[in-house]
T-cell receptor
Framework: AQSVAQPEDQVNVAEGNPLTVKCTYS??????LFWYVQYPNRGLQFLLK??????LVKGSYGFEAEFNKSQTSFHLKKPSALVSDSALYFC????????????FGKGTKLSVKP | EPEVTQTPSHQVTQMGQEVILRCVPI?????FYWYRQILGQKVEFLVS????????KSEIFDDQFSVERPDGSNFTLKIRSTKLEDSAMYFC?????????????FGEGSRLTVL
């Protein structure tokens, strides 16, 4: 069965510092990996995805993520955090070739302080 | 930019009442989904829908739940007899045909409160 783990409930970062939000996954086939962001009282917004190719993928708002097959990880990163990045971040996985159902992690709350 | 729209944004209902949540997916999308998020918990898959039928559903999606696309634009989730534990944020999502590797586009959500 597919699963996603986000080991941190909350990540605290000072503005201007690099940030990392961790994600590990488990699928039986090739993974399709996604990051979504949820601002307060809003829906889920797509940030980036890994399907195939370069292990480092770049997405919206300066975020990037690195796919590591050996560690089954897909950590979200940003070189310099902004206060406006404060939100709830969800990692999601879809098994390659499946109908499209995404399995989400429990979410990590990112708090960026000035 | 095209977006998924959901109504109502918030509904309060009494336990045992029927609720219908509505969604208008992005117009050229053919795969539709409902997810829910109980307050403070993870986003959970409920059901996916393609070609006017359910393609996949989770164990949460029991006989109290149903979906339909009555008029080619709306995609609805019906809860026949609501329970307290149905209180959650319900998200509709859609994705493009043939782009199974594409991302899902989510609506803003409908918050359901069952009293």
């Amino acid at each position: 069965a597919q699963s996603v783990a986000q080991p941190e409930d909350q990540v605290n970062v000072a503005e201007g510092n690099p940030l990392t939000v961790k994600c590990t996954y488990s699928v039986s086939g090739n993974p399709y990996l996604f990051w979504y962001v949820q601002y307060p009282n809003r829906g889920l917004q797509f940030l980036l995805k890994y399907i195939t190719g370069d292990n480092l993928v770049k997405g919206s708002y300066g975020f990037e993520a690195e796919f590591n097959k050996s560690q089954t990880s897909f950590h979200l990163k940003k070189p310099s955090a902004l206060v406006s990045d404060s939100a709830l971040y969800f990692c999601a996985v879809r098994e390659g070739g499946s109908q499209g159902n995404l399995i989400f992690g429990k979410g990590t709350k990112l708090s960026v302080k000035p | 930019e095209p977006e998924v729209t959901q109504t109502p944004s918030h509904q309060v209902t009494q336990m045992g009442q029927e609720v219908i949540l509505r969604c208008v997916p992005i117009s050229n999308h053919l795969y539709f989904y409902w997810y829910r998020q109980i307050l403070g918990q993870k986003v959970e898959f409920l059901v996916s829908f393609y070609n006017n039928e359910i393609s996949e559903k989770s164990e949460i999606f029991d006989d109290q739940f149903s979906v339909e696309r009555p008029d080619g634009s709306n995609f609805t989730l019906k809860i026949r007899s609501t329970k307290l534990e149905d209180s959650a944020m319900y998200f509709c999502a859609s994705s493009e045909r043939l782009r199974k590797r594409g991302e899902l586009f989510f609506g803003e959500g409908s918050r359901l409160t069952v009293l």
